[in-house]
């Protein structure tokens, strides 16, 4: 009899990264001409990331630069929860926050999806904020992956702060013919064929 094989749809962001592309925008907006005097500052804050400037113009300048080095260590800017730019006293502050997890109607739409069009012999299981695929057919599973990831491309490009995105980024079918995952995302080992897709989480 055929064992099961599964891969799983997860929402999952190197830390390691996030503090990488951090540091770069601190040297970047050390040097930068056009943040001089005006008190142009990013750093973490507990489990958020808080920039300061003296003007609501020059903060948002903070956040295109980090959002920039996101992008170019691997970071989906879907993966940033990013408020309103806010005064307090005599400058003006922003917040960010890095979501894992995907959201419940995202997994939701993304069970739907398979049991309406995807091969008749996959399962989809909600597992807290992922979501487990099986099948004993590795073929099937193959299948299901191009099917998300026609999901993820129907989608246009996140808005600033990255929601509401509802979108899935296959990383890879480890088993069989294994591709490497990119830079930042993590697959897990063959567990009766496993492997790891990653999902942006959607902003409530």
Request: aromatic share 4%; hydrophobic share 30%.
């Amino acid at each position: 009899m055929a064992s099961e094989s599964t891969f799983d749809v997860v929402s999952k962001v190197d830390k390691q990264e996030v503090a990488n592309a951090l540091n770069q925008a601190q040297k970047e907006i050390a040097q930068r001409y056009d943040f001089k005097g005006v008190g142009a500052e990013v750093d973490f804050s507990g489990e958020k990331i808080l920039m300061k400037a003296n003007s609501e113009e020059r903060v948002l300048a903070v956040l295109d630069v980090l959002q920039s080095k996101m992008i170019k260590r691997g970071i989906s800017l879907k993966s940033l929860d990013t408020g309103e730019p806010f005064p307090s006293g005599k400058e003006f502050r922003l917040e960010t926050s890095i979501k894992e997890g995907i959201a419940q109607d995202i997994a939701k739409k993304i069970n739907k999806l398979i049991r309406d069009e995807g091969p008749k012999g996959v399962k989809s299981q909600i597992q807290g904020d992922e979501l487990r695929v099986s099948s004993k057919s590795r073929d099937d599973l193959q299948e299901t992956m191009t099917l998300l990831r026609g999901f993820e491309e129907a989608d246009g490009p996140p808005p600033r702060g990255g929601g509401p995105p509802s979108s899935c980024r296959i990383v890879g079918f480890s088993p069989a013919a294994a591709r490497p995952c990119p830079r930042g995302v993590r697959c897990a080992g063959p567990s009766a064929g496993a492997s790891r897709t990653a999902c942006p989480p959607r902003r409530p």
